[in-house]
Nanobody, 118 residues
Framework: QVQLVESGGGLVQAGGSLRLSCAAS????????MGWYRQAPGKQRELVAD???????NYGDSVKGRFTISRDNAKNTVYLQMNSLKPEDTAVYYC????????????WGQGTRVTVSS
């Protein structure tokens, strides 16, 4: 099993920055991709960014150029630096980790709330 503990959410004004962290722990062999998804009220969960263990990253169109994902494989931790935040970035942000097995398993954190005021 994989436990994901997120931190770093909060309230920020538009144009500000926040940094989210997510640390994975538990009994697992290899975590391949780690990433962040978000869900705003009344909307579907969407990809924000993800990154493989090799460092290849992928971003949702709405955050390209503003958000940066990074990862510390030794600590099994993923970070999301969010700059130039907009009110439409307001959502609950969920950490995701994909455990490498014959059938890969998705693990999810409990979510951290980000609120951007105008």
């Amino acid at each position: 099993q994989v436990q994901l503990v997120e931190s770093g959410g909060g309230l920020v004004q538009a144009g500000g920055s926040l940094r989210l962290s997510c640390a994975a722990s538990g009994n697992f062999r290899v975590i391949n991709a780690m990433g962040w998804y978000r869900q705003a009220p009344g909307k579907q969960r969407e990809l924000v960014a993800d990154i493989t263990s090799g460092g290849t990253s992928n971003y949702g169109d709405s955050v390209k150029g503003r958000f940066t994902i990074s990862r510390d494989n030794a600590k099994n931790t993923v970070y999301l630096q969010m700059n130039s935040l907009k009110p439409e970035d307001t959502a609950v942000y969920y950490c995701n980790a994909v455990e490498e097995r014959l059938q890969p398993i998705d693990w999810w954190g409990q979510g951290t709330r980000v609120t951007v005021s105008s």
